[in-house]
Protein backbone atom coordinates (compact mmCIF):
# COMPACT_ATOMS: atom_id res chain seq x y z
CA UNK A 1 0.00 0.00 0.00
CA UNK A 2 1.10 3.36 -1.08
CA UNK A 3 -0.26 6.59 0.15
CA UNK A 4 -0.79 8.76 -2.98
CA UNK A 5 0.41 12.73 -1.88
CA UNK A 6 -1.49 15.14 0.06
CA UNK A 7 -5.39 14.54 -0.34
CA UNK A 8 -6.47 17.96 1.02
CA UNK A 9 -5.44 20.43 3.94
CA UNK A 10 -8.26 22.10 6.09
CA UNK A 11 -7.71 25.32 7.87
CA UNK A 12 -9.85 28.03 9.60
CA UNK A 13 -10.75 31.34 8.73
CA UNK A 14 -13.31 34.03 10.77
CA UNK A 15 -14.55 35.01 7.72
CA UNK A 16 -16.73 33.05 5.06
CA UNK A 17 -17.52 36.44 2.81
CA UNK A 18 -13.75 37.44 2.64
CA UNK A 19 -12.24 33.86 2.05
CA UNK A 20 -13.87 32.97 -0.75
CA UNK A 21 -12.97 36.69 -2.32
CA UNK A 22 -9.33 35.91 -2.01
CA UNK A 23 -8.92 32.15 -2.40
CA UNK A 24 -11.48 32.30 -5.72
CA UNK A 25 -10.75 35.88 -6.79
CA UNK A 26 -7.24 36.67 -6.32
CA UNK A 27 -5.73 32.91 -6.39
CA UNK A 28 -7.92 31.45 -8.75
CA UNK A 29 -9.05 28.17 -7.60
CA UNK A 30 -12.85 26.70 -8.08
CA UNK A 31 -15.06 27.08 -4.87
CA UNK A 32 -16.00 22.94 -5.43
CA UNK A 33 -18.25 22.39 -2.60
CA UNK A 34 -20.43 24.04 -0.45
CA UNK A 35 -20.98 22.38 2.89
CA UNK A 36 -21.05 22.25 6.26
CA UNK A 37 -18.14 20.65 9.53
CA UNK A 38 -19.83 17.59 10.01
CA UNK A 39 -18.75 17.29 13.84
CA UNK A 40 -20.56 20.87 13.36
CA UNK A 41 -22.98 21.69 10.93
CA UNK A 42 -24.23 24.95 12.32
CA UNK A 43 -20.78 26.52 10.70
CA UNK A 44 -19.46 26.17 6.86
CA UNK A 45 -16.74 23.60 5.32
CA UNK A 46 -16.09 25.37 2.21
CA UNK A 47 -13.80 23.10 -0.40
CA UNK A 48 -11.77 24.65 -3.36
CA UNK A 49 -9.52 23.19 -5.52
CA UNK A 50 -9.05 22.47 -9.35
CA UNK A 51 -11.99 22.52 -12.25
CA UNK A 52 -12.78 18.70 -11.14
CA UNK A 53 -11.98 19.06 -7.38
CA UNK A 54 -8.99 16.44 -7.56
CA UNK A 55 -7.26 14.73 -3.97
CA UNK A 56 -3.63 17.01 -4.46
CA UNK A 57 -5.36 20.75 -4.72
CA UNK A 58 -7.82 20.55 -2.37
CA UNK A 59 -7.65 23.37 0.48
CA UNK A 60 -10.48 23.53 2.67
CA UNK A 61 -12.18 25.66 5.43
CA UNK A 62 -14.27 25.70 8.49
CA UNK A 63 -16.18 29.20 9.18
CA UNK A 64 -16.05 30.04 12.50
CA UNK A 65 -18.00 33.78 12.50
CA UNK A 66 -15.56 36.17 13.78
CA UNK A 67 -12.99 34.21 15.36
CA UNK A 68 -9.56 35.74 16.43
CA UNK A 69 -6.47 34.88 14.83
CA UNK A 70 -4.47 32.00 15.86
CA UNK A 71 -0.26 31.21 15.97
CA UNK A 72 0.92 28.43 14.60
CA UNK A 73 3.48 26.98 16.97
CA UNK A 74 4.86 23.05 17.83
CA UNK A 75 2.62 20.90 16.70
CA UNK A 76 0.55 22.46 13.69
CA UNK A 77 1.19 23.16 9.95
CA UNK A 78 2.45 26.74 9.66
CA UNK A 79 2.89 27.07 5.70
CA UNK A 80 0.98 25.78 2.68
CA UNK A 81 3.41 25.26 -0.83
CA UNK A 82 1.62 25.46 -4.02
CA UNK A 83 3.63 24.15 -7.41
CA UNK A 84 3.98 26.79 -10.00
CA UNK A 85 5.11 25.64 -14.05
CA UNK A 86 7.91 28.40 -14.96
CA UNK A 87 9.55 31.36 -13.44
CA UNK A 88 7.53 33.74 -15.59
CA UNK A 89 4.40 32.06 -13.36
CA UNK A 90 6.58 33.44 -10.54
CA UNK A 91 6.71 36.74 -11.91
CA UNK A 92 3.00 36.75 -12.82
CA UNK A 93 2.64 35.83 -9.26
CA UNK A 94 4.62 38.41 -8.20
CA UNK A 95 2.61 41.04 -10.13
CA UNK A 96 -0.53 40.14 -9.20
CA UNK A 97 -0.21 39.77 -5.96
CA UNK A 98 0.85 43.69 -5.17
CA UNK A 99 -2.06 44.36 -7.26
CA UNK A 100 -4.35 43.14 -4.87
CA UNK A 101 -2.44 44.64 -1.82
CA UNK A 102 -0.82 41.45 -0.57
CA UNK A 103 2.08 41.66 0.65
CA UNK A 104 5.01 39.20 -1.05
CA UNK A 105 8.61 38.05 -0.04
CA UNK A 106 10.79 35.52 -1.25
CA UNK A 107 11.52 32.16 -0.21
CA UNK A 108 14.85 30.04 -0.49
CA UNK A 109 15.73 29.60 -3.85
CA UNK A 110 13.07 30.73 -6.32
CA UNK A 111 10.30 30.88 -4.32
CA UNK A 112 7.26 33.10 -3.47
CA UNK A 113 6.00 33.76 -0.05
CA UNK A 114 2.77 35.65 1.03
CA UNK A 115 0.37 35.56 3.40
CA UNK A 116 -4.05 35.47 3.06
CA UNK A 117 -6.16 38.16 4.59
CA UNK A 118 -6.12 36.31 7.96
CA UNK A 119 -2.20 35.11 8.22
CA UNK A 120 -2.03 31.93 6.92
CA UNK A 121 1.05 31.40 4.85
CA UNK A 122 1.40 30.21 1.37
CA UNK A 123 4.74 29.35 -0.91
CA UNK A 124 5.25 29.00 -4.41
CA UNK A 125 7.37 27.24 -5.88
CA UNK A 126 8.72 25.81 -9.30
CA UNK A 127 7.63 22.20 -9.63
CA UNK A 128 9.77 19.74 -11.29
CA UNK A 129 7.14 16.96 -10.18
CA UNK A 130 6.06 14.06 -13.06
CA UNK A 131 2.58 14.46 -11.57
CA UNK A 132 -0.33 15.65 -13.76
CA UNK A 133 -0.65 19.39 -13.08
CA UNK A 134 -4.33 20.39 -11.02
CA UNK A 135 -5.17 23.85 -12.87
CA UNK A 136 -8.57 25.59 -12.18
CA UNK A 137 -10.08 27.71 -15.14
CA UNK A 138 -10.19 31.60 -13.89
CA UNK A 139 -11.18 34.13 -16.82
CA UNK A 140 -8.17 36.63 -15.62
CA UNK A 141 -5.66 34.04 -14.80
CA UNK A 142 -3.48 32.75 -17.89
CA UNK A 143 -3.59 28.54 -17.55
CA UNK A 144 0.06 28.09 -18.05
CA UNK A 145 0.30 30.63 -14.82
CA UNK A 146 -2.46 28.69 -12.85
CA UNK A 147 -1.68 26.96 -9.49
CA UNK A 148 -1.14 23.36 -10.23
CA UNK A 149 -1.45 21.38 -6.73
CA UNK A 150 0.22 21.12 -3.43
CA UNK A 151 4.01 20.80 -3.09
CA UNK A 152 4.02 20.53 0.17
CA UNK A 153 3.25 21.46 4.26
CA UNK A 154 5.66 22.88 6.86
CA UNK A 155 5.06 22.08 10.41
CA UNK A 156 6.68 23.29 13.40
CA UNK A 157 8.25 19.93 15.60
CA UNK A 158 10.50 20.19 19.11
CA UNK A 159 11.43 16.99 17.98
CA UNK A 160 10.84 15.57 14.55
CA UNK A 161 12.74 12.47 14.93
CA UNK A 162 9.70 10.85 17.71
CA UNK A 163 7.87 10.94 14.21
CA UNK A 164 10.49 8.94 11.86
CA UNK A 165 9.13 5.76 13.04
CA UNK A 166 5.56 6.61 12.27
CA UNK A 167 6.49 8.08 8.75
CA UNK A 168 9.02 5.79 7.98
CA UNK A 169 7.52 2.36 9.22
CA UNK A 170 3.83 2.96 8.87
CA UNK A 171 3.39 5.38 6.58
CA UNK A 172 5.71 4.67 4.16
CA UNK A 173 7.25 8.24 4.17
CA UNK A 174 11.21 8.76 3.08
CA UNK A 175 13.68 11.34 4.19
CA UNK A 176 17.24 12.05 3.58
CA UNK A 177 17.51 14.16 6.48
CA UNK A 178 14.69 13.45 9.12
CA UNK A 179 13.42 17.04 8.01
CA UNK A 180 12.12 16.91 4.88
CA UNK A 181 10.00 13.88 4.01
CA UNK A 182 8.17 12.37 1.02
CA UNK A 183 4.93 11.03 0.65
CA UNK A 184 4.54 9.21 -3.15
CA UNK A 185 2.21 6.62 -4.66
CA UNK A 186 1.24 5.06 -7.84
CA UNK A 187 -0.08 8.78 -9.50
CA UNK A 188 0.93 11.57 -7.03
CA UNK A 189 3.49 12.44 -4.49
CA UNK A 190 3.62 15.71 -1.90
CA UNK A 191 6.42 16.44 1.51
CA UNK A 192 6.05 17.00 4.80
CA UNK A 193 8.52 19.34 6.08
CA UNK A 194 9.31 19.61 9.78
CA UNK A 195 10.89 23.63 10.90
CA UNK A 196 11.94 24.25 14.51
CA UNK A 197 9.43 26.01 16.40
CA UNK A 198 10.36 29.42 17.12
CA UNK A 199 10.69 29.98 20.74
CA UNK A 200 7.78 32.70 21.12
CA UNK A 201 5.27 30.58 18.91
CA UNK A 202 2.79 29.47 21.52
CA UNK A 203 0.19 27.30 19.37
CA UNK A 204 -3.15 28.98 19.25
CA UNK A 205 -5.33 27.46 17.00
CA UNK A 206 -7.82 30.11 15.27
CA UNK A 207 -8.56 32.20 12.12
CA UNK A 208 -5.48 31.86 9.59
CA UNK A 209 -4.35 28.31 10.70
CA UNK A 210 -4.56 24.66 9.45
CA UNK A 211 -6.31 22.15 11.20
CA UNK A 212 -4.94 19.06 9.62
CA UNK A 213 -3.41 17.57 6.71
CA UNK A 214 -5.00 14.86 4.41
CA UNK A 215 -3.23 12.10 2.71
CA UNK A 216 -4.90 10.10 -0.11
CA UNK A 217 -5.38 6.32 0.02
CA UNK A 218 -7.25 4.09 -2.40
CA UNK A 219 -10.83 3.69 -1.43
CA UNK A 220 -10.27 0.05 -0.66
CA UNK A 221 -7.22 0.27 1.50
CA UNK A 222 -8.54 2.48 3.80
CA UNK A 223 -9.49 -0.63 6.86
CA UNK A 224 -5.88 -1.96 6.40
CA UNK A 225 -4.54 1.81 6.49
CA UNK A 226 -6.39 1.99 9.99
CA UNK A 227 -5.01 -1.50 11.35
CA UNK A 228 -1.54 -0.37 10.86
CA UNK A 229 -2.21 2.94 12.08
CA UNK A 230 -3.74 1.31 15.32
CA UNK A 231 -0.70 -1.18 15.40
CA UNK A 232 1.88 1.69 15.30
CA UNK A 233 0.25 3.57 18.43
CA UNK A 234 -1.51 6.45 16.62
CA UNK A 235 -4.57 5.81 18.48
CA UNK A 236 -6.93 6.31 15.27
CA UNK A 237 -10.46 6.90 15.03
CA UNK A 238 -12.71 4.28 13.46
CA UNK A 239 -13.17 4.93 9.89
CA UNK A 240 -15.97 7.74 8.98
CA UNK A 241 -18.12 8.12 6.19
CA UNK A 242 -17.67 12.00 4.98
CA UNK A 243 -20.19 11.21 1.99
CA UNK A 244 -17.34 12.33 -0.11
CA UNK A 245 -14.82 10.38 0.75
CA UNK A 246 -14.11 8.40 3.87
CA UNK A 247 -11.32 9.30 6.56
CA UNK A 248 -9.36 8.49 9.49
CA UNK A 249 -7.76 10.85 11.91
CA UNK A 250 -4.62 10.66 14.39
CA UNK A 251 -1.65 12.97 15.77
CA UNK A 252 1.57 11.62 14.51
CA UNK A 253 4.29 12.00 17.40
CA UNK A 254 4.69 15.96 16.64
CA UNK A 255 1.30 16.76 18.04
CA UNK A 256 0.33 17.66 14.15
CA UNK A 257 -3.28 15.95 13.49
CA UNK A 258 -3.38 13.86 10.24
CA UNK A 259 -6.05 12.26 8.39
CA UNK A 260 -6.08 9.84 5.39
CA UNK A 261 -8.94 9.97 3.19
CA UNK A 262 -10.12 7.97 0.54
CA UNK A 263 -9.81 8.94 -3.08
CA UNK A 264 -13.66 8.75 -4.14
CA UNK A 265 -16.66 8.82 -4.19
CA UNK A 266 -15.77 12.61 -5.03
CA UNK A 267 -17.40 15.81 -5.20
CA UNK A 268 -20.10 14.86 -8.06
CA UNK A 269 -21.68 12.35 -6.36
CA UNK A 270 -24.06 14.66 -5.56
CA UNK A 271 -23.82 17.58 -8.11
CA UNK A 272 -23.62 17.84 -11.82
CA UNK A 273 -19.59 17.88 -12.00
CA UNK A 274 -20.16 21.56 -14.57
CA UNK A 275 -22.14 22.97 -11.54
CA UNK A 276 -20.04 22.09 -8.15
CA UNK A 277 -20.11 24.60 -5.56
CA UNK A 278 -23.39 26.47 -6.78
CA UNK A 279 -25.40 25.44 -3.87
CA UNK A 280 -25.44 24.45 -0.34
CA UNK A 281 -24.73 21.34 -0.65
CA UNK A 282 -25.46 18.39 2.53
CA UNK A 283 -24.22 14.98 2.97
CA UNK A 284 -27.95 12.74 3.42
CA UNK A 285 -27.91 12.61 7.07
CA UNK A 286 -27.69 16.31 7.28
CA UNK A 287 -30.46 17.06 4.82
CA UNK A 288 -33.88 17.33 7.59
CA UNK A 289 -31.15 20.87 8.37
CA UNK A 290 -31.48 22.35 5.24
CA UNK A 291 -34.00 24.86 6.52
CA UNK A 292 -32.63 25.60 9.39
CA UNK A 293 -28.89 26.31 8.18
CA UNK A 294 -30.29 28.55 5.50
CA UNK A 295 -31.44 30.51 8.22
CA UNK A 296 -27.87 30.76 10.10
CA UNK A 297 -25.04 30.55 7.53
CA UNK A 298 -23.79 33.43 5.64
CA UNK A 299 -24.98 33.44 2.24
CA UNK A 300 -22.31 33.78 -0.19
CA UNK A 301 -21.51 34.83 -3.61
CA UNK A 302 -21.22 31.86 -5.95
CA UNK A 303 -17.55 33.29 -7.95
CA UNK A 304 -18.07 30.96 -10.86
CA UNK A 305 -21.09 33.17 -12.76
Known amino acids: MKLEGIHHITAITGDAVGNVEFYTGVLGLRMVKKSVNQDDPTVYHLFYGDDDGSPGMDLTFFEYPG ?23 LEFWAARLEEHDVAIGRGEGESLL ?41 AYSADPARSAGLLLDTLGFTTDDGH ?42 QDAWRARVAEAGAHPTEVIDRFYFRSIYFREPSGVLFELATIGPGFGVDE ?7 RLSLPPRFEPLRERLDG ?10
Open 67 to 89: AVRGRPGAGMVHRIIWRVGSAKS
Open 114 to 154: FDDPEGLAHELVLSDASDEPLRASAPDIPGEHALQGFEAVR
Open 180 to 221: SWEVRGEHRGGRYVYDPAPPEAVANQGAGTVHHVAFATQPDE
Open 272 to 278: DPAHLGE
Open 296 to 305: ILTPLPYPRT
